[in-house]
């Protein structure tokens, strides 16, 4: 939960206790979840309007996108490991050897001249 673990979250609720006390503490636990919740029922309304207003072309937008982290990592980190989990799932193919062109070898005969091409010097 929030990345805490039990050990906090226990030492979380004993400071809430000494705080508040256990009288106040299911007020101040109810407060805070109302808050949460407006909260959170503000951000998802502002992303609606947020959506509504710029159209019909945007309808897949994201305002989390705007991070520069999670746009590369949208379009362009998600391509890759589309290709390579999809790669992997392959049975993989055994390579093939690589290729080695036979080199050419044009004798000139005795007598002839060697071609010239004035326009590559």
């Known amino acids: 939960m929030f990345g ?31 808050t949460l919740r407006n909260l959170r029922r503000m951000a998802n309304n502002a992303r609606d309007d947020l959506r509504a207003g710029l159209g019909p072309e945007f309808q897949n937008f994201d305002p989390s996108d705007l991070n520069p982290r999670n746009f590369v990592r949208k379009h362009l980190l998600d391509d890759l490991e589309d290709d390579w989990n999809n790669s ?23 007598g002839e001249v060697p071609p010239y091409d004035s326009e590559a010097t």
Not at 4 to 10: D, K, Q, S, T, Y
Not at 94 to 100: F, G, I, S
């Open 4 to 34: 805490l673990g039990w050990m906090e979250v226990g030492a979380l609720i004993v400071i809430a206790l000494l705080v508040f006390g256990p009288d106040k503490l299911p007020q101040a636990a109810s407060q805070a979840g109302r």
């Open 88 to 110: 992997k799932s392959r049975e993989l193919e055994p390579a093939a050897a690589p290729y080695t062109p036979e080199p050419v070898v044009d004798e000139l005969g005795f």
